[in-house]
């Protein structure tokens, strides 16, 4: 394979005296900067709504609009009764590449119905992220679509999601009180599967 | 209910049986006959005396239509929905019921004197719409039968029945089969004998050896008549000569095709001519039992063909040592208890043997092993009516009133839309144009013929332009379809193609016994596609759904009832495609068919 | 015989035989679900189906008896299409339950669907709803939706257990898998049904929900419940904690020996497997303190030296009591009976009183233990040999100093205040075993042993078959297996044995008692070898 020479263009006498190109880029800064003070004066005194200055977020103010498929921090959708979709078929637990997903299973009341988690947790400092979980889900269970993005926290156990922030993505940590109504892997009863109706496995 | 009262009467039945267990159906129908329905503690009962586990019990219970196991009214009416009589208007006639008597199928009158049931054919198609009250079959049931019943409900046969009985035509000249038939209380032992009876016996008993009689028949070409037209001589010559285990004839008396009901006349009219062609038959093959597998909605012809039993026993026809001559033969009436697909002849065999009439894997074949493993030879009942005549009379007249590959008459059941159903005897070269005009007197004036259905439900249909064709087997095998049962079915420019398809579909799922997956899949999903297609909720991909999943049944199962629960579906959709296509375009609803009765039949 | 063709291949094949038969001979796969080697032949699932040359029908391989000349293709065109046809049949009705079906990664429709099938399916009805999860009996747990009516149950619970729970009901697309009403599914074989049904309308309620099949690991071995010594696969999960509250065995299932249990066992067996994770001694203790293994061995060791010298203050020799087990292996009893008989002289006895259980004319026997008739083989159940009460009732009258118990629980045999006594009074009291009870309460030395799981070894059956019992994982936690014990205090005692695992230790075994002469563990493989004579103990012979 022949070797390609590339010729760079020299600079011309201009650009060498280099004084002219940092007036030159000065301009442009200078242009964006009278342009951003002119609108976002205006944007105060209410004008010109519509164009947009800087193109700077201000988060957590203002959010980025997120594309429709952009993977966030997960949530598992529910049924009309409370409970989850979710049938804890495992198949999220067992195609995640991180294998940050740990899922128990255990009898739901409706023979329809069948299964449903008792424990779902997602260790969200082991996640990549890369929705499979969603992809393979038979159920539309699981969505990564709830916008969330600030996931960070203080200490590795405070990413670790349950069942109880899964299902409700408006809850923090720490948990003050549980809301689910079917026997579960509850924190609050530390960790033991909460007593109400409890017909595990049988 | 004292069930220890019915113990004298079920051990007397157990011994009629080479094994306990085929006393399962008998015992069954003792309990329900006795009791009105069979609640637990009967199961129980019949599965101790016969040494059978109750889940076993409950699967014959469930696997037979006839069979109750809640408490039902003291009366049933059974109406027939199949397709010859829902080209009759039966459809309008439940409904006439239905309202009338304010309960569905299923239900029983607040009274608890009626219930109404809806069954699939009652081989009464030439009483079309058809019922059956208790034991008696009534029809056709136009606003006079229904009221009766309504009003009267109802005593159990005893022979002075308050719903007066229909008189189709019946062929009364013969000449093999139907020449008593003219006896419509049956014809007993002086006049049996007197018509010439037990002559073909006697010769066959004293002068003949098993091949020379096998070989008469066999020249006769006398084919099967339940529907598959086998040679019967040649099935004969099937059963092993150096088998030392006994060999049973049975007889398919399980009459089940719709549009069929030949055999319930020569039960009722001429019994003696069936039993005298069994007796010929077993002494061929060399069997010493005989069954009699008779449906259970027979009741009549049962009782009918039981007292011709009992006059051959006493006159020595039956029994030990026949006649002198060192041949013993018993015979068995076994009653079956609703359910088609007992008439299929390996099915017949495991009902007779106690269990669901579940088909039996072939190889091995009944001649070698069949009914309790034993050779067993299965024949139709017209056939062997048939062989008295062909001894009395000799093979070539017999063979010469037919074609050259299948010889003699036979009784073509016509029904549906033509202006006089009925049992017609005619040569089996026959065509069928000369028995829907000549005989049956052609369709309702004013219409047009559509299409004919030449062999019972399951032979493929055909157009007005194809019936130009003889009506034997080898005939209407070139042309396409089937001689089958020779139940033709008459459908004129009144008929919906959709609704015949609904009603056959209805049927086969209704029938299917569910053992293999094809037919029992295939039996369920067609219907449901022809339920939707005739809510006028069809696509027109679903023809060819249909015309794929009749495919994919035929040829895959145990038996033929899935070939033949995908015949009608290819050729209705094959030949009258365009109306399919019409009826599923225009989204209509699928008509009910109203039968005028003033106009149903000429003055 | 007659030969035939069977995709271009010619086999022989013994006259009667199917061509299924014949082609799983030849390793050529015919899918089936009601046909089953153990079961008469149904014929209803219609899978079977292939293509015999000269019949224009498509024929069942399992029905279809072999014939000479016969040429048969299992994979032609019309033969594909016939497969694809039934299954598209068979999952018309069948409920979407995959995701929350315990059979998935195991159902027969699912891989016949990958491996035969890929339609595009074409039902558009609404499918046909019958009864879900009912509970037929303590293991088993019905879904009529999903049943294929192969009747395999059935059959097994007419000609298997001949108990006759499972009947099918009604006719046509109505027909469903069911009990009579009332009844309950409780003969002694009912998890088997589990096994056979091919789909996921029989569950095990043991298993139900605790894993998905993928997690699973397989090990062979065989069962230790009775003498039958039942083959089986145990499978278990090592690397998800979370799931079967860390119990690490899931459930165990049959494995096929046509010698010992054809494809069957008994739910006792199959069943019983929960101790092997709960309540397992798992750390070494001193009167009842923690302690280590080095401790322990030391400690042991130095006991057992002074055995048979004499005791100064009373004057008689030390005298050591071993009460083994017919649950260890052979290896570990060659290894009691050449460490304690042979070389310290001591009163040895595997023969512990159980109080024999139920059994039948199929697989169960009254004799609760797996390895009986290979404790006799090796001398330690001699009727001239102690018994275990014998031993208990010398150490209680002050003759024994020293007594190592294997397993067994003593306050079988004694009351609790005599348990104490004897252990105030003995020199040396080592329990060694893999639950905690009584005994191990108050006993000197508690060792934590593994389970017959948990490491290599084997058993002789009631019918003098020696089998490989197969190691699935690692002892738990601190726990060791008795051989390795064994040899270490062996190595201390300096008795210079030279084996290092049970497979040499079962070479010296051989060598030594004659009914095992010629035996490796490659011979005797996964299926086990019959042993030479029919086992009078008296044929032992000695090195």
């Given at each position: 394979?022949?070797v390609?020479?590339?010729?760079r263009r020299?600079?011309?006498?201009?650009?060498?005296?280099?004084?002219?190109?940092?007036a030159?880029?000065?301009k442009?800064?200078?242009?964006?900067?009278?342009?951003?003070?002119?609108l976002?004066?205006?944007?105060?005194?209410?004008?010109?709504?519509?164009?947009?200055a800087?193109?700077?977020?201000q988060?957590?103010?203002?959010?980025?609009?997120?594309a429709?498929?952009?993977?966030s921090?997960?949530r598992l959708?529910v049924?009309?009764?409370?409970?989850?979709?979710c049938?804890?078929?495992m198949?999220?637990?067992?195609?995640?590449?991180a294998?940050?997903?740990?899922i128990?299973?255990?009898?739901?009341?409706?023979?329809?119905?069948?299964?449903?988690?008792v424990?779902?947790?997602?260790?969200?400092?082991?996640?990549?992220?890369?929705?499979?979980?969603?992809e393979?889900?038979?159920?539309?269970?699981?969505?990564?679509?709830?916008?969330?993005?600030d996931?960070?926290?203080?200490?590795?156990d405070?990413m670790?999601?349950?069942?109880?922030e899964?299902?409700?993505?408006?809850?923090?940590?720490?948990?003050?009180a549980?809301?689910l109504?079917f026997?579960?892997?509850?924190?609050?009863a530390?960790?033991?599967?909460?007593?109400?109706?409890?017909?595990?496995r049988? | 209910?004292?069930?220890?009262?019915?113990?004298?009467?079920?051990?007397e039945?157990?011994?009629?049986?080479?094994?306990p267990?085929?006393?399962m159906?008998?015992?069954?129908?003792l309990?329900?006959?006795?009791?009105?329905?069979?609640?637990?503690?009967?199961?129980?009962?019949?599965?101790?005396?016969?040494g059978?586990?109750?889940s076993?019990?409950?699967?014959?219970?469930?696997f037979y239509?006839?069979f109750?196991t809640?408490?039902?009214?003291r009366?049933?009416?059974?109406?027939?929905?199949?397709?010859p009589?829902m080209?009759?208007?039966?459809?309008d006639?439940?409904?006439?019921?239905?309202?009338?008597?304010?309960i569905?199928?299923?239900?029983?009158t607040?009274?608890?004197?009626?219930?109404?049931t809806?069954?699939?054919c009652?081989?009464?198609?030439?009483i079309?719409?058809?019922?059956?009250?208790?034991?008696?079959?009534?029809g056709?049931?136009?606003?006079?039968?229904?009221?009766?019943?309504e009003?009267?409900?109802v005593?159990?046969?005893?022979?002075?029945?308050?719903?007066?009985?229909?008189?189709?035509?019946v062929?009364?000249?013969?000449?093999?089969?139907?020449t008593?038939?003219?006896n419509?209380?049956?014809?007993?032992?002086?006049?049996?004998?007197?018509?010439?009876?037990y002559?073909?016996?006697?010769?066959a008993?004293?002068s003949?050896?098993?091949?020379?009689i096998?070989?008469e028949?066999?020249?006769?070409?006398?084919r099967?008549?339940?529907?598959?037209?086998f040679?019967?001589?040649?099935?004969?010559?099937?059963?092993p000569?150096?088998?030392?285990?006994?060999r049973?004839?049975?007889?398919?008396?399980?009459?089940?095709?719709p549009?069929?009901f030949k055999?319930r006349?020569i039960?009722?009219?001429d019994?003696h001519?069936?039993?005298?062609?069994?007796?010929?038959?077993?002494?061929?093959?060399?069997s010493?039992?005989?069954?009699v597998?008779?449906?259970?909605?027979?009741?009549?012809p049962?009782e009918r063909?039981?007292?011709?039993?009992?006059?051959?026993?006493e006159?020595?026809?039956?029994g030990?040592n026949?006649?002198g001559?060192?041949?013993?033969l018993?015979?068995?009436?076994?009653?079956g208890?609703g359910a088609?697909?007992?008439?299929?002849?390996t099915?017949?065999l495991?009902?007779?043997?106690?269990?669901?009439?579940?088909?039996k894997?072939?190889?091995?074949?009944?001649?070698i092993?069949g009914l309790f493993q034993?050779?067993t030879?299965?024949?139709?009942?017209?056939?062997l009516?048939?062989?008295?005549?062909?001894?009395?009379?000799g093979?070539?007249r017999?063979?010469a009133?037919g074609t050259?590959?299948?010889?003699?008459?036979?009784?073509?059941?016509?029904?549906?839309?033509?202006?006089?159903?009925?049992?017609?005897?005619?040569p089996?070269?026959?065509?069928l144009?000369?028995?829907?005009?000549?005989?049956a007197?052609?369709?309702?004036?004013g219409h047009t013929?559509?299409?004919?259905?030449?062999?019972?439900i399951?032979?493929?249909?055909?157009?007005?332009?194809?019936?130009?064709?003889?009506?034997?087997f080898?005939?209407?095998?070139?042309a396409?379809?089937m001689?089958?049962?020779?139940?033709?079915?008459?459908?004129d420019?009144?008929?919906?193609m959709?609704e015949?398809?609904?009603?056959a579909?209805?049927?086969?799922?209704?029938?299917?016994?569910g053992q293999?997956?094809?037919?029992?899949?295939g039996?369920?999903?067609?219907?449901r596609?022809?339920?939707?297609?005739?809510?006028?909720?069809?696509?027109?991909?679903?023809?060819?759904d249909?015309?794929?999943?009749?495919?994919?049944m035929?040829?895959?199962?145990?038996c033929?009832f899935a070939?033949a629960a995908a015949w009608?579906?290819?050729?209705y959709?094959?030949?009258?495609?365009?109306?399919?296509?019409?009826h599923?375009?225009?989204?209509?609803?699928?008509e009910?068919t109203?039968?005028d009765e003033?106009?149903?039949?000429?003055p | 015989?007659?030969?035939?063709?069977?995709?271009g291949?010619?086999i022989?094949?013994?006259?009667g035989?199917?061509?299924?038969q014949?082609?799983?001979?030849?390793?050529?796969f015919?899918?089936?679900?009601?046909?089953?080697?153990?079961?008469?032949?149904?014929?209803?699932?219609?899978?079977?189906?292939?293509?015999?040359?000269?019949?224009?029908?498509?024929?069942?391989a399992?029905?279809?008896?072999?014939?000479?000349?016969?040429?048969?293709h299992t994979?032609s065109v019309k033969?594909?299409?016939?497969?694809r046809?039934?299954?598209e049949?068979?999952?018309a009705n069948?409920?979407?339950?995959?995701?929350?079906?315990?059979?998935?990664?195991?159902?027969d429709l699912?891989?016949?669907?990958m491996?035969?099938?890929l339609?595009?399916?074409r039902?558009r009805?609404?499918?046909?709803?019958?009864?879900k999860?009912?509970?037929?009996g303590?293991?088993?747990?019905?879904?009529?939706?999903?049943c294929?009516?192969?009747?395999?149950?059935?059959?097994f619970?007419?000609?298997?257990s001949?108990t006759?729970?499972f009947?099918?009901?009604?006719?046509?697309?109505r027909?469903?898998?069911?009990?009579?009403?009332?009844?309950?599914?409780?003969n002694?074989?009912?998890g088997?049904?589990?096994d056979?049904?091919?789909?996921?309308?029989l569950?095990d309620?043991?298993?139900r929900?605790?894993a998905r099949?993928w997690?699973?690991?397989s090990?062979?071995?065989?069962c230790n419940?009775?003498?039958?010594?039942?083959?089986?696969?145990?499978h278990?999960?090592l690397d998800?904690?979370?799931?079967?509250d860390?119990?690490r065995?899931?459930?165990?299932?049959?494995?096929?020996?046509a010698?010992?249990?054809?494809?069957?066992?008994?739910?006792?067996?199959?069943y019983?497997f929960?101790?092997?994770?709960?309540?397992?001694?798992t750390?070494?203790?001193?009167?009842?303190?923690?302690?280590?293994?080095?401790?322990?061995?030391?400690?042991?060791?130095e006991?057992?030296?002074?055995?048979?010298e004499?005791d100064p203050e009373?004057g008689?020799?030390?005298?050591?009591?071993?009460?083994?087990?017919?649950?260890?292996t052979n290896e570990?009893?060659?290894?009691i009976?050449?460490?304690?008989?042979?070389?310290?002289?001591?009163?040895?006895?595997?023969?512990?009183?159980?109080?024999?259980?139920?059994?039948?004319?199929?697989?169960?026997r009254?004799d609760k233990n797996?390895?009986?008739?290979?404790?006799a083989?090796i001398?330690?159940t001699?009727a001239?040999?102690?018994?275990?009460?014998?031993?208990?009732a010398?150490?209680?009258e002050?003759?024994?100093?020293a007594l190592?118990?294997?397993?067994y629980?003593?306050?079988?045999?004694?009351?609790?205040e005599?348990l104490?006594?004897?252990?105030r009074s003995l020199?040396?009291f080592?329990?060694s075993?893999?639950?905690?009870?009584?005994?191990?309460g108050?006993?000197?030395?508690?060792?934590?042993?593994?389970a017959?799981?948990e490491k290599e070894?084997?058993?002789?059956n009631a019918?003098?078959?020696?089998?490989?019992?197969?190691?699935?994982?690692?002892?738990?936690?601190?726990?060791?297996?008795d051989?390795?014990v064994?040899?270490e205090?062996a190595?201390?005692l300096?008795?210079?044995?030279a084996w290092?695992?049970p497979?040499?230790?079962?070479?010296a075994?051989?060598?030594?008692?004659?009914?095992?002469?010629?035996?490796?563990?490659?011979?005797?493989g996964?299926?086990?070898?019959?042993?030479m004579t029919d086992?009078?103990v008296?044929?032992v012979?000695?090195?």
């Amino acid at each position: 394979m022949a070797v390609k020479v590339l010729r760079r263009r020299d600079l011309t006498v201009w650009e060498k005296l280099y004084i002219p190109q940092i007036a030159s880029g000065l301009k442009v800064t200078t242009a964006h900067l009278l342009r951003n003070l002119l609108l976002h004066s205006a944007h105060r005194l209410g004008l010109l709504q519509n164009r947009r200055a800087a193109v700077t977020f201000q988060y957590p103010e203002e959010l980025r609009p997120l594309a429709p498929r952009f993977r966030s921090r997960h949530r598992l959708t529910v049924r009309d009764d409370g409970t989850p979709r979710c049938v804890g078929c495992m198949l999220c637990e067992t195609v995640c590449p991180a294998h940050c997903i740990t899922i128990v299973a255990g009898e739901h009341p409706d023979p329809n119905v069948e299964k449903y988690p008792v424990r779902f947790d997602i260790d969200l400092g082991v996640c990549v992220y890369c929705g499979y979980c969603v992809e393979v889900c038979p159920e539309d269970a699981i969505r990564m679509d709830t916008g969330i993005l600030d996931v960070a926290a203080y200490s590795r156990d405070a990413m670790k999601l349950d069942i109880h922030e899964l299902m409700n993505p408006s809850l923090r940590k720490p948990l003050t009180a549980c809301m689910l109504e079917f026997p579960h892997e509850c924190r609050l009863a530390g960790g033991e599967v909460s007593t109400r109706d409890h017909q595990r496995r049988n | 209910m004292n069930l220890t009262a019915l113990e004298p009467q079920a051990l007397e039945i157990i011994k009629r049986y080479d094994e306990p267990r085929a006393a399962m159906l008998p015992l069954l129908w003792l309990v329900q006959t006795n009791v009105g329905h069979i609640p637990s503690e009967a199961e129980c009962w019949v599965g101790g005396l016969l040494g059978v586990a109750l889940s076993h019990v409950r699967e014959v219970v469930s696997f037979y239509s006839m069979f109750r196991t809640r408490e039902a009214g003291r009366h049933e009416l059974r109406v027939c929905t199949s397709l010859p009589c829902m080209l009759r208007g039966a459809g309008d006639v439940l409904a006439q019921i239905e309202e009338r008597l304010h309960i569905r199928p299923r239900e029983t009158t607040p009274d608890g004197e009626l219930t109404l049931t809806e069954v699939e054919c009652l081989c009464a198609c030439e009483i079309a719409p058809a019922g059956q009250l208790d034991e008696q079959f009534v029809g056709p049931l136009d606003r006079t039968t229904i009221d009766a019943i309504e009003s009267d409900a109802v005593a159990p046969y005893t022979g002075s029945a308050r719903i007066d009985e229909a008189h189709p035509f019946v062929s009364t000249d013969g000449p093999v089969i139907s020449t008593r038939f003219r006896n419509t209380g049956g014809t007993w032992w002086d006049a049996y004998i007197a018509d010439g009876g037990y002559v073909a016996a006697r010769k066959a008993l004293s002068s003949m050896t098993s091949s020379q009689i096998v070989d008469e028949v066999s020249k006769a070409n006398l084919r099967g008549l339940g529907g598959a037209g086998f040679p019967t001589g040649r099935k004969w010559s099937f059963i092993p000569k150096a088998s030392l285990k006994p060999r049973y004839l049975v007889v398919n008396a399980d009459e089940g095709e719709p549009g069929t009901f030949k055999d319930r006349y020569i039960l009722e009219r001429d019994p003696h001519a069936l039993l005298e062609g069994m007796i010929i038959a077993a002494y061929a093959i060399g069997s010493h039992k005989a069954y009699v597998y008779i449906r259970g909605e027979y009741f009549r012809p049962a009782e009918r063909f039981a007292r011709a039993v009992a006059e051959a026993y006493e006159r020595g026809w039956l029994g030990k040592n026949i006649q002198g001559r060192g041949f013993d033969l018993d015979v068995v009436i076994h009653r079956g208890a609703g359910a088609y697909i007992c008439g299929e002849e390996t099915a017949l065999l495991t009902s007779i043997e106690g269990g669901k009439g579940f088909p039996k894997l072939k190889p091995p074949f009944p001649a070698i092993s069949g009914l309790f493993q034993c050779p067993t030879i299965v024949n139709n009942v017209e056939t062997l009516a048939c062989v008295p005549f062909i001894l009395r009379e000799g093979a070539d007249r017999f063979a010469a009133l037919g074609t050259p590959k299948q010889g003699g008459t036979r009784l073509f059941s016509l029904c549906g839309r033509v202006n006089r159903p009925g049992l017609y005897e005619a040569p089996v070269g026959i065509t069928l144009r000369e028995l829907i005009d000549r005989h049956a007197q052609g369709v309702r004036r004013g219409h047009t013929l559509k299409a004919v259905i030449p062999g019972g439900i399951s032979a493929k249909v055909l157009t007005a332009e194809e019936i130009d064709v003889a009506m034997d087997f080898d005939s209407l095998q070139a042309a396409g379809t089937m001689a089958g049962s020779g139940g033709v079915i008459v459908m004129d420019d009144s008929a919906s193609m959709i609704e015949a398809l609904q009603s056959a579909a209805k049927f086969f799922a209704h029938e299917s016994c569910g053992q293999c997956s094809p037919c029992r899949e295939g039996t369920g999903w067609i219907h449901r596609i022809m339920r939707r297609i005739a809510r006028g909720e069809g696509r027109l991909h679903d023809l060819d759904d249909l015309l794929a999943i009749a495919r994919a049944m035929e040829g895959k199962t145990i038996c033929v009832f899935a070939d033949a629960a995908a015949w009608p579906v290819q050729s209705y959709i094959t030949k009258f495609r365009a109306e399919f296509e019409e009826h599923i375009t225009t989204r209509r609803g699928a008509e009910t068919t109203h039968v005028d009765e003033a106009r149903a039949c000429p003055p | 015989m007659p030969t035939l063709t069977i995709d271009g291949r010619q086999i022989d094949s013994p006259d009667g035989s199917t061509v299924i038969q014949a082609a799983e001979t030849l390793g050529i796969f015919i899918p089936r679900y009601c046909y089953h080697p153990g079961l008469s032949i149904a014929g209803n699932c219609r899978i079977c189906l292939i293509e015999v040359e000269k019949n224009p029908k498509l024929q069942i391989a399992c029905n279809t008896p072999v014939a000479d000349g016969m040429v048969v293709h299992t994979s032609s065109v019309k033969a594909d299409e016939g497969r694809r046809a039934v299954l598209e049949f068979l999952l018309a009705n069948h409920p979407l339950d995959c995701p929350v079906c315990d059979q998935s990664g195991e159902c027969d429709l699912q891989n016949f669907y990958m491996n035969f099938g890929l339609y595009d399916p074409r039902f558009r009805e609404q499918k046909i709803k019958k009864k879900k999860a009912v509970a037929v009996g303590p293991h088993v747990m019905l879904d009529q939706e999903r049943c294929i009516l192969c009747s395999r149950c059935v059959r097994f619970t007419d000609e298997i257990s001949k108990t006759g729970e499972f009947g099918i009901f009604n006719r046509g697309d109505r027909a469903e898998v069911g009990l009579y009403p009332g009844q309950q599914l409780d003969n002694p074989y009912s998890g088997n049904v589990v096994d056979i049904c091919p789909v996921g309308a029989l569950t095990d309620r043991d298993f139900r929900f605790k894993a998905r099949v993928w997690y699973l690991s397989s090990a062979p071995t065989v069962c230790n419940g009775c003498a039958q010594g039942c083959n089986v696969d145990v499978h278990y999960v090592l690397d998800r904690p979370h799931l079967n509250d860390g119990a690490r065995i899931l459930r165990v299932k049959p494995r096929y020996n046509a010698d010992v249990n054809q494809w069957w066992m008994c739910d006792e067996g199959r069943y019983g497997f929960g101790w092997i994770d709960k309540g397992r001694l798992t750390k070494v203790r001193r009167q009842g303190a923690g302690a280590t293994w080095e401790q322990a061995v030391a400690g042991i060791t130095e006991e057992l030296t002074k055995v048979g010298e004499r005791d100064p203050e009373r004057g008689t020799c030390l005298r050591l009591g071993v009460i083994a087990s017919p649950q260890l292996t052979n290896e570990e009893l060659f290894l009691i009976r050449e460490i304690f008989q042979r070389a310290l002289g001591a009163r040895v006895t595997a023969s512990v009183p159980m109080p024999a259980g139920n059994s039948d004319n199929f697989l169960i026997r009254a004799d609760k233990n797996p390895n009986t008739h290979g404790a006799a083989l090796i001398g330690l159940t001699d009727a001239t040999a102690p018994d275990a009460a014998a031993i208990v009732a010398e150490t209680l009258e002050g003759q024994l100093d020293a007594l190592w118990v294997f397993g067994y629980d003593l306050t079988k045999l004694v009351a609790d205040e005599d348990l104490q006594r004897l252990s105030r009074s003995l020199r040396l009291f080592v329990f060694s075993g893999t639950n905690d009870n009584p005994t191990a309460g108050c006993s000197h030395w508690a060792l934590p042993t593994a389970a017959y799981l948990e490491k290599e070894g084997t058993f002789v059956n009631a019918h003098g078959r020696v089998q490989r019992i197969g190691r699935a994982f690692p002892p738990l936690s601190d726990s060791r297996e008795d051989w390795r014990v064994l040899l270490e205090i062996a190595g201390r005692l300096n008795l210079g044995f030279a084996w290092r695992s049970p497979e040499e230790i079962f070479q010296a075994l051989a060598r030594s008692v004659t009914p095992f002469a010629g035996l490796t563990y490659e011979r005797i493989g996964l299926h086990g070898a019959s042993l030479m004579t029919d086992a009078s103990v008296a044929e032992v012979a000695v090195t």
